[in-house]
């Protein structure tokens, strides 16, 4: 059964407190074989294809709290870079063999693409994009799963609008999901709020570039509301391989 709705507002230490849980790190166990990494749930691709994600505090002082796919965390970086002033970057699809080709890269062991160089390929903005795309829609389950999706929708659409009412609403929300959906969803939520800054450019403001999100601008002003009363900073966070 979920959680009783508190009486009052979350306080900011409670917030705080619930913030520390991500800096705990959460080892998945490897298997002794190797498995696929698209299409398959993510907590069985987290065990051989993972990294670890650092998050940097107000004192600069870094944090591991969670892993997401190499996949993930490869063309997250790569779209930061690269990718936030291309216009239609989600919505348009790049080359179709250069996809093969850099989703053979992350579905090959042992190292799943962690030591890709970007600069030895010809991959376009649109091209790791797509394919950053294909791994989250080709998940058998949604990051934030069906049973919930109507939750999530609902905390911010309730009238009047309350922000310290849907602050305590999302964080009670992602304390539901399972931890692998919780770093994830963090993890695109970071990616998303960098891309929303650029807007007027990237042109992501229209209804079919972001179809392709669940839950896109609901979660956006989420995670900015979550964040600004954490006194945190996701996006300042980064991806590191956890060992070789």
Known sequence: MPPSPPTS???????????????LVQKFPKPSSSGGVFGVPLRDSLRY?????????????LYVWGYIP???AKCGLFLKQKGTEVEGIFRINGSSRRMRELQTIFETPPRYGKNIQWEEHAFTPHDVASVFRRF???MPEPVIP??????????YSKKPFNQEEVVGAYKRLIARLPLANQYLLLYVLDLLTVFAKKSDINKMTSTSELSYFLLYETLIVAGNLICYRFGCDISSSRSQSPGP
């Open 146 to 155: 069906n049973a919930l999706y109507h939750d999530f929708r609902n905390a």
């Open 136 to 138: 989250l829609t080709s």
């Open 9 to 23: 507002p979350p306080s900011a230490a409670s917030l705080k407190a619930w913030w520390k849980q991500f800096t």
């Open 49 to 61: 294809a993972s990294v670890q994600i650092s998050t940097a505090n107000q004192n600069n002082e």
């Open 70 to 72: 190499v996949v993930v």
